[in-house]
């Protein structure tokens, strides 16, 4: 059973930044794959970044791609997600997740992952 420790978040101005990190107390195997979706107030909750095991990359969702990095500590089972020229849109509660999606086309789908962290408030004010 995964067991998810998330830190970061916070609030920030426009053009801002800040940092997000999520560590597994598990093993990654297999399809394995980490990363965050969030959710704004009265929205749909969205994909945002998952880094892959299997292929060693980073996807993101086109809202934040070109802004945010994700990227990973491999012997501590850790995810960072660096997030850069933060926009207002960006305010959100940011979950941390982990699964086995079947491949990088399904790697967007929140069904996809087992395990969700508590959340992380992310605040960007104008």
């Known amino acids: 059973q995964a067991q998810l420790t998330e830190s970061g978040g916070g609030s920030v101005q426009v053009g801002g930044s800040l940092r997000l990190s999520c560590a597994d107390s598990t093993r990654p195997y297999g399809e394995y794959a980490m990363g965050w979706f969030r959710q704004a107030r009265d929205k749909e909750r969205e994909f945002v970044a998952a880094f892959r095991w299997r292929d060693g990359r980073g996807y993101y969702s086109e809202s934040v791609e070109g802004r945010f990095t994700i990227s990973r500590v491999d012997a501590q089972n850790t995810v960072f997600l660096q997030m850069d020229n933060l926009k207002v849109e960006d305010t959100a509660v940011y979950y941390c997740?982990?699964?086995?999606?079947?491949?990088?086309?399904?790697?967007?789908?929140?069904?996809?992952?087992?395990?969700w962290g508590q959340g992380a408030q992310v605040t960007v004010s104008s």
């Open positions: 997740v982990v699964g086995w999606p079947a491949g990088p086309l399904r790697i967007r789908h929140p069904t996809e992952y087992m395990h």
